[in-house]
Structures are given as structure tokens and as C-alpha cells.
């Protein structure tokens, strides 16, 4: 850039800021110089000529319409500055079409006939996008007297320039109706690369500002900015897991939305859903998870119960309204999560129930999952492709309620899934399964491992479904019962290492967890000792079928100086002396069964 290109930079800048200084509306003169400053680095990218591009930057707003009578005259307005400042004509006639070729005009605007006038408009829209862009929308609503959002102002889908500038509107729908159609209208590589990120953020931002739209709102399926009009099936998930999965496996067909109804209703008192009951239920329930766990696990919990409990409270009513697809596989959250929904919905018209982990297992016995939260978009797919849904009949959504009513009646604060049925059971079910995997991962004897360590072998060796906030509350339980004895620091899972408890004590003065602790390693030694039992006498059997004939050599002598013959000879004898020990040893291995089975029988409960 020479001097004199320099010095019309110069002059563009005043100029530039001059007029826009004041500017409320989102064009004021910081947009002109983020918009010049891209244009710059788009140049340099992209090999275009740096001195149109920052020219044409910095004068790109002045001809707008909203800052002179109309576009003509903004347009001659420009026209003239150039010709007193002394850009040359050739340059003067560039910068004036692009400047003329800018205007998005409602999506239907003319392509840019040079490199220069393609850079400068991309720098223009990558300014609308990702963070900034969205607070100059709002700023520009504001200063136009649009509302934020109203769900009765619908989308313009298609516009001519004139309904873009002066149709009615509202901020978010601008978002639809504009913004995020920039990133595919943009010219060059390096621009559409750059507003990767920046797209992205604009979606964020939507999907968060629906998100807040729906919280309380029994309305939102009619009002969502997202989803009003376009919603024709619901999907009921009760995990973020199974909602992501099936997100992920529905985003291309149209009218499909994911509804997560979640709270692991498996763990903690039960919440009745009458209005005089709700909210002292919800204290017990948050006071319940207060008292027992961890007090990083208790705040993230009491955060999510309230999440969960807005969610409940507002979803159902509306779900009656359209088709619903209730996902609850063979886990207890599920199941307790399908039995609170149909009390809340009763007699819906057409709602189907699906067990993907069933219909999965059906297919492929040998595949087994212990919920809908397991199982793959890929997989959910093929159950979507290959069931034919039937709606469960007012029968069956009967039965399913007056289960639920069966287990608030119950009031407990554990529930299992045991054969198919939900079972209220005592806080210590899987007390003996912590101790049992203390005992296989060698927490034991003095030697200490990390509390995460054992609730991860508990979780990963269990058929059923259990959070990990539970499992470690029960390793704490145990360690103040003297089950098991700790080091580190107990306020959460990473900051401290168990092992299980020796008593030392006389027998009587033993509590039932250090009862339980003895009972757990007798038990784990016989079932050692079993196993080392059944693997003697495989390899007893399998040498006793052994020809060794031809490992006969008449060199080959023993320590004692016998010969090689003798091998078969010597074989002989360890089979029947083995056969002896095995014939006094059967005995004692059914003694051991029937003590393993004593002790089970024995284990004590809460």
C-alpha cells in the first residue's frame, strides 16, 4: 500500500467513525472495525487486494438506509467522498459496487462479481455471527422497537427486500430468518472455515434460550422457537444418556423431538405428584440425599432434583396432546420413571412403549444391556426400524399406575429390578457386593484402594443398574458400621482409599457389618479354594488321557538314574494317589457348599 492509498485509509477512518460514532444499532463504529479487521486477514488469505478490501470495509454502512433518506441518496453520498478525497476512478467504481452488492435484502441479494467486493461481504457477515453477533441482534431489535421473542409473530421463510426491512419480527426469529443462514452464503474458504465456531455459538445460544423458554411453561411445544409447529411424536427418555442417544438418532426425520423426564427414582422416598403432597415430598427427598451423601454429591444432586422436579411438574399435561414413544428398558430407573409418567398421563390416547434392551437382546442373545442408557444411536435405530409399535391399552396403563401407587404405598428408599417386578428393598442390597469386590481387588490385609476403584468394580460386576452416588454412600455407611476402615479424607470419592476390617474383638461384641466383612472373606476363600479344586482336577484328567509312550529315551535318566520307561510307570502311581485325595476330598467340597450356602442364608440385614 503506498502513501497515498495510506492516506485514504486514513481519511475512510475519520470519516467512517464520524458517522457511525454515535451509532445504537449494532452499526456503530466498533462493527465497522471488526468488519475491516477480517477483511484485512481475509485478504491476506486469500490473495485479494488488501487496500480495496479495507477501503471498501471501513465505508461499507455509510450508504445504509437507515442512516440517510434512502439508499440512493447514502449511496451518492459515498460516491462523493470518494471523488473529494481522490480515490481513482477505476477504485472508485469497485468500492462502489460492492458497497452496492452488500445488502443481505432478505436472503435474495446479487453474488459479488470480485474477490475484494466477496471479502468484504463475508467479513460483514462473520460479524453478525457467533457471540458478538448475537448481542448486536438484540442491540439492533432494540433500537427497531422489536419485541425479544413472541411465539404468535411467525417465520418469514420468504421475503423480498422490502418485508426483510419492514415486516413485523421479533429478535429470535431474526435468528431464523437470517443469521443462521450466513454461514451458507459466504464466499471464500478461509470465511466459511472461520465461521465454523461462530455458527455454532449462535445454535448454542437458541438451544439455550429454548431451553429457558420451557422452564415452567405447559405451553412450550406451541411457543418453542425451536420446535412450534413442527412437533409430530414425542420421545420420552428418563436419563441424559438415552436423550442424547436418540437426539443423535432422530435429527434427520423431521418432527421427531426428545423429551428427558430424569431423577433416578431408584435411590431416595418416592415423590407423590398431588399438589398438597409435592412439596414436602421434594424436601424429604432432597433432605434424604443431604444426610447421606458426600457433600459434592449432595449439591449436585438437590441442583438436579430441581431441574428434574420443574420438568415433571410441566411436561405431562402437554404430553397428552400428541403421540408419545415412552423408552424404558430393564433398568429400575426406567421402570419407576415409566410408572410415575402413565400415573401423570392416565388413559393417554396413543402412547407406545418400547424395551429397546429387549428387542435387542431377542435379536442377539448374546448381547445383553442393563438399560436404554447402554445402547448406541446405531442400535436405537435399528429397533426405531425393525418393531412395529403397538399402544399400550388403558388396561395396561392401569396396571402400570396402580404399580406406581404400590410403591408409594411401600415408602421405602431402595428399589431393584428382580424378575421383571420392582421390589422395595433395605439401603445395605449391595453391602456384601462392596465387601466381595474390597475383597477381589485386594483391599485387604492393611493394603488400601481407592473408594472409586471398588464402587467401579461394584457397578461394572452388577446385572442391575446403580449410581455410583449410592454405591460410595454405602462404602461410607460401612466404614462408620466397621466394616471397612479408611484413609484420606471422606467429603468425596477421589479423596479416599478402604480396606476391609480384620475384628479383633471377641465374637459377641462383633456388629453385624464386621460379621458381615468375616462372612464375605470366608466366603471368598472357599470359593478360591473350589476354583483351585475344579482346575486340579481338569489337569488331572487331562493327564491321565495322555499317551507319553514316545517320551521314552533310553539316554534320558531320572535324578534317581532310572530311565525314561519309567515315566508312564511314575504317571500311574500320581493317578491313583490322586485319586485316593480326590475320593476324601469330594466329601469336604459338599461340606463347603453347604457352608457357602449357611453363610448366604446368614449375611444380615438392615
Given at each position: 500500500m503506498n502513501s497515498t492509498q495510506s492516506y485514504i485509509i486514513q481519511q475512510a477512518q475519520h470519516f467512517a467513525r464520524a458517522v457511525h460514532g454515535e451509532d445504537s444499532s449494532g452499526h456503530d463504529w466498533w462493527h465497522i472495525e471488526r468488519v475491516t479487521r477480517l477483511a484485512r486477514i481475509l485478504a491476506y488469505l486469500e490473495g485479494a487486494n488488501s487496500y480495496l478490501c479495507v477501503l471498501s470495509a471501513y465505508l461499507h454502512d455509510i450508504a445504509d438506509e437507515k442512516l440517510n433518506e434512502s439508499k440512493e441518496a447514502g449511496y451518492k453520498r459515498v460516491q462523493k467522498w470518494?471523488?473529494?478525497?481522490?480515490?481513482?476512478?477505476?477504485?472508485?467504481?469497485?468500492?462502489?459496487?460492492?458497497?452496492h452488492t452488500m445488502s443481505f435484502s432478505g436472503g435474495s441479494g446479487q453474488p459479488m462479481r470480485t474477490l475484494e467486493g466477496q471479502i468484504v461481504q463475508d467479513a460483514d457477515r462473520l460479524d453478525a455471527i457467533g457471540a458478538i453477533g448475537v448481542a448486536r441482534s438484540f442491540a439492533y431489535s432494540g433500537w427497531k422497537g422489536q419485541s425479544m421473542y413472541d411465539p404468535a409473530i411467525p417465520l418469514r421463510t420468504q421475503m423480498t427486500s422490502e418485508e426483510y426491512r419492514k415486516g413485523r419480527s421479533t429478535v429470535i426469529n431474526h435468528f431464523y430468518e437470517k443469521l443462521l443462514k450466513l454461514k451458507g452464503l459466504l464466499n471464500t474458504e478461509s470465511a466459511k472455515l472461520l465461521a465454523t465456531g461462530k455458527h455454532q455459538e449462535v445454535e448454542l445460544f437458541l438451544r439455550a434460550f429454548d431451553k429457558e423458554w420451557a422452564m415452567g411453561n405447559e405451553s412450550y411445544l406451541h411457543e418453542s422457537p425451536i420446535h412450534r409447529g413442527q412437533v409430530s411424536r414425542v420421545h420420552i427418555a428418563?436419563?441424559?444418556?438415552?436423550?442424547?442417544?436418540?437426539?443423535?438418532?432422530?435429527?434427520?426425520?423431521?418432527?421427531?423431538?426428545?423429551?428427558?423426564?430424569?431423577?433416578?427414582?431408584?435411590?431416595?422416598?418416592l415423590?407423590?405428584?398431588?399438589?398438597?403432597?409435592?412439596?414436602?415430598?421434594l424436601a424429604a427427598r432432597k433432605d434424604w440425599f443431604q444426610a447421606?451423601?458426600?457433600?459434592s454429591d449432595a449439591d449436585e444432586k438437590k441442583s438436579m432434583l430441581l431441574e428434574s422436579a420443574v420438568d415433571w411438574l410441566t411436561w405431562p399435561r402437554q404430553l397428552m396432546e400428541w403421540p408419545c414413544v415412552i423408552w424404558a428398558g430393564n433398568a429400575a430407573s426406567e421402570q419407576l420413571g415409566l410408572r410415575r409418567l402413565l400415573s401423570l398421563i392416565p388413559d393417554h390416547p396413543n402412547v407406545m412403549l418400547v424395551n429397546a434392551a429387549s428387542i435387542l437382546h431377542n435379536q442377539n442373545p448374546n448381547v445383553s444391556y442393563r438399560g436404554t442408557f447402554e445402547i448406541g444411536p446405531d442400535s436405537l435405530k435399528n429397533v426405531l426400524d425393525t418393531t412395529e409399535y403397538v399402544r399400550l391399552t388403558r388396561?395396561?396403563?392401569?396396571?402400570?399406575?396402580?404399580?406406581?401407587?404400590?410403591l408409594l404405598n411401600e415408602d421405602g428408599t431402595f428399589r431393584v429390578l428382580q424378575r421383571d417386578v420392582l421390589v422395595t428393598v433395605p439401603e445395605s442390597y449391595y453391602d456384601n457386593e462392596i465387601l466381595k469386590a474390597a475383597y477381589r481387588i485386594e483391599?485387604?490385609?492393611?493394603?488400601f484402594k481407592k473408594s472409586a476403584r471398588i464402587v467401579g468394580e461394584v457397578i461394572g460386576h452388577s446385572e442391575l443398574a446403580v449410581s455410583d452416588s449410592f454405591i460410595e454412600y454405602r462404602v461410607r455407611c460401612l466404614i462408620q458400621l466397621g466394616a471397612l476402615t479408611y484413609t484420606g479424607d471422606l467429603d468425596a470419592m477421589r479423596n479416599y482409599s478402604i480396606s476391609l476390617v480384620d475384628a479383633s474383638t471377641l465374637e459377641e461384641q462383633w456388629s453385624n457389618e464386621q460379621r458381615l466383612a468375616k462372612s464375605v472373606k470366608v466366603?471368598?476363600?472357599?470359593?478360591?479354594?473350589?476354583?483351585?479344586?475344579?482346575?486340579?482336577?481338569?489337569?488331572?484328567?487331562?493327564?491321565?488321557?495322555?499317551?507319553?509312550?514316545?517320551l521314552n529315551h533310553p539316554v534320558c535318566t531320572t535324578e534317581t538314574g532310572s530311565t525314561g520307561s519309567d515315566i508312564q510307570a511314575h504317571i500311574d502311581r500320581l493317578m491313583i494317589t490322586y485319586k485316593t485325595h480326590i475320593e476324601q476330598r469330594g466329601s469336604m467340597m459338599d461340606s463347603l457348599v453347604k457352608m457357602l450356602s449357611r453363610l448366604d442364608e446368614a449375611d444380615p440385614e438392615e
Open positions: 470518494l471523488m473529494q478525497t481522490g480515490v481513482e476512478a477505476t477504485d472508485q467504481e469497485l468500492v462502489l459496487e460492492i458497497i428418563f436419563d441424559d444418556s438415552t436423550a442424547g442417544s436418540l437426539r443423535i438418532m432422530l435429527r434427520s426425520i423431521p418432527g421427531e423431538m426428545v423429551v428427558t423426564l430424569s431423577d433416578d427414582l431408584m435411590v431416595g422416598p415423590v407423590k405428584d398431588q399438589d398438597l403432597d409435592f412439596s414436602r415430598s447421606r451423601y458426600s457433600v388396561q395396561e396403563q392401569a396396571s402400570y399406575r396402580e404399580d406406581w401407587q404400590r483391599a485387604r490385609n492393611g493394603f466366603k471368598m476363600l472357599l470359593e478360591e479354594m473350589m476354583e483351585i479344586h475344579l482346575s486340579e482336577q481338569g489337569i488331572m484328567e487331562q493327564l491321565g488321557q495322555m499317551d507319553v509312550a514316545g
